[in-house]
């Protein structure tokens, strides 16, 4: 999705995905258009091993969108931002940025378990009602049931501490958009920046999660 959407506006574009046969159908779908004939690479590799083709990427800007929620741990998202940044320095600019989009969000878990068991007990079709204390405990066990990588947003502040990596600036916003479902109010988008002269602000949160209010009524789980 994200080539389709850029291959115009690049001068070039690599993209790595662990599944052959996704690199398989994007290869066929692209491979006789001729934006594509000197500017796109494809790999089929783990997020990790882009260190390994540092000496061939020069990239600006590393985009790593909508997966890391599938990731088996922080270490090995820790290793795939480090591996990025290995890119990024070896580039003839020696800085650039990561983008890590549709990061679900640890601080506002159970916030968002919660909000599925009163739409769900709200819409029971005539079942009885739960009380709000067996609600809490329904979202709580619902919590110990995830098996996605959810983060909180100070994971990626400390970053800038984090003398290995060594962040220059971090940013963190919530997903925009006109409606009101699990993506715009349980997941957000990162951007760290490396090799910067502005030192200025570490780090910012546009919108803290504590600000967020929660109205089950009013989502809509189909979108």
Known sequence: MILNGVLDEVATYTGTDISKSA???LNRMYRDDPRCKNN???????SVDVRDLAEELHPDIVVINSVVQYFPSEQ??????????????????????IFIGDVRNNATLYNFHLA?????NTHSDGLPQETTHNLALLAEHS??????????PQYFMNLVHDDVIDVTAVKCWLKRGSYVNELSAFRYDVLLMFGSNNNNDKFHIIRNCEDIHFDCESWNFND
């Open 76 to 97: 090995y998202l820790h290793n795939t931002i480090l591996a990025a940044t290995k890119v990024l320095r070896q580039g003839p600019m020696g800085h650039g940025a």
């Open 116 to 120: 599925i068991q009163q739409y769900n």
């Open 40 to 46: 796109i690479k494809l790999y089929q590799c783990q």
């Open 143 to 152: 919590m110990l049931l995830e098996t996605e990588l959810c983060l909180d």
């Open 23 to 25: 690199m398989e159908r």
